[in-house]
């Protein structure tokens, strides 16, 4: 892959790649030799800055606005990512919600909201990307090992990761034969949600977490990795000393 042959370079979109983990998943994906497509729904200022960020890395970047609640949304975006960067090899699933669901507050509604943008979108994102990756392509999913600690008051956000990891294996062993690899990185507690009192954090992390150069260097070994590689769920946690 030679920096002076766009024609060449491998192309990745990134959901939620204008904030903090999504963020520093792109970057890094430049970094290994790939144009690289975030998405981004409030957060627009923060998408031109990563644009600029990724540009300055000399590889074309490109933000897209969508809601990813909405299938249609999602659906849309991927074709608008693989028309701006001439086609699509990767596609990391990164975006996500996260709030509490406790059983006695929490209603439909709730579970919804977090289902549709934690693994219906990656769903529908799939879909879409598979239908322009032809014959061989990268899926890397982010879940969350934190979650499998079935952590009380978070059964809403706890299940739609669960569930995301279920959906890495299934559609591994169904895009095999296309040679498309599908795989999920699972990181430990990476960066404190905006909102979250920092003793709960303390609690969470229990004063360790993990480090994001860590999980993106998982990232990008699945999206670079050989189609044989597939199916694979790897957790990335704080490395303590």
């Not at 800055?49 to 890395?57: H, I, P, Q």
């Not at 709030?99 to 507050?105: C, G, S």
């Not at 079935?150 to 591994?172: M, Q």
């Amino acid at each position: 892959m030679t920096r002076g042959q766009p024609q060449t370079r491998r192309r990745a979109l990134v959901t939620g790649g204008a904030i903090r983990l999504g963020r520093a998943i792109a970057l890094g994906l430049a970094d290994a030799g790939f144009d690289v497509a975030i998405t981004y729904h409030r957060s627009g200022a923060a998408a031109r800055t990563t644009v600029r960020d990724l540009r300055r890395r000399g590889v074309r970047a490109v933000a897209l606005r969508a809601d990813l609640r909405s299938a249609a949304a999602a659906r849309g975006l991927v074709g608008d990512a693989a028309r701006a960067l001439g086609g699509l090899d990767a596609l990391v699933n990164n975006a996500a919600g996260f709030a509490r669901t406790p059983l006695a507050t929490s209603a439909a509604g709730d579970w919804r909201a977090l289902l549709a943008i934690n693994l219906i979108a990656p769903l529908v994102c799939t879909q879409a990307a598979v239908a322009r990756m032809g014959d061989g392509g990268h899926i890397v999913n982010v879940g969350d090992a934190w979650a499998r600690t079935a952590p009380a008051g978070w059964s809403a956000y706890a299940a739609s990761k669960a569930a995301l990891e279920i959906l890495t294996r299934v559609l591994a062993a169904e895009l095999r034969p296309h040679g498309i690899a599908v795989n999920c990185v699972a990181p430990g507690p990476v960066l404190k949600p905006p909102g979250l009192a920092p003793a709960r954090w303390r609690a969470i992390t229990r004063g360790h977490a993990t480090r994001p150069r860590d999980v993106v260097a998982a990232v990008v070994r699945f999206a670079t990795c050989p189609p044989t590689t597939t199916g694979r769920v790897q957790t990335v946690t704080a490395r303590r000393r």
